[in-house]
């Protein structure tokens, strides 16, 4: 999947990936991972929450959560679209539990206090398997949760240089 610095002229179809917090929106190399910056989860945007809650949006189910609760396979259906999403906390501090799945229908799940002390405090890397026929776009910067959206996936983007 190619990453794009500008909007692409041209697509066949757009889809934008909201975000699930309200907070920061910053590039995957902030995360100190060497895994994560190679690509093992995907292409994608580190995240750092302004609260405990990550919500869980329209079209979003979730598949499966890691025992320790790091780590959230979800699938959203964008505009008829299936797209695999990948969220991973990763705290500044160690310890369990990470996070408490919530019985609020529109929170996927809420920060243990001692991983989320505040702004910055920790970070999460919302991630995307590598499509070969789509293109990214990411949007840095401030995210209201529901409202922003850090990540739009083109199919069949050209860009300016590569229309005659």
């Excluded at 697509?11 to 929106?25: D, N, V």
């Excluded at 910053?26 to 809650?53: C, D, K, T, Y």
Aim: with cysteine.
């Amino acid at each position: 999947m190619i990453e794009l610095t500008q909007q692409p002229v041209k697509w066949q179809k757009r889809f934008t990936l909201a975000s699930p917090i309200t907070g920061r929106c910053m590039p995957l190399h902030e995360i100190a991972s060497a895994p994560l910056q190679l690509g093992a989860w995907g292409a994608g945007v580190a995240l750092a929450p302004g609260n405990q809650r990550v919500y869980k949006l329209p079209g979003w189910e979730c598949h499966e959560v890691s025992a320790d609760r790091r780590d959230w396979q979800l699938v959203a259906n964008e505009q008829g679209a299936v797209v695999k999403i990948h969220l991973r906390i990763w705290p500044s501090v160690p310890g369990l539990p990470i996070a408490f799945e919530s019985n609020d229908d529109d929170t996927l799940f809420v920060l243990a206090p001692h991983v989320f002390q505040g702004a910055g405090s920790c970070f999460i890397s919302m991630t995307i398997p590598h499509y070969p026929k789509l293109s990214w776009l990411p949007k840095y910067g401030q995210v209201t949760a529901k409202l922003s959206a850090p990540i739009t996936l083109y199919a069949g983007a050209k860009l300016p240089t590569e229309t005659p």
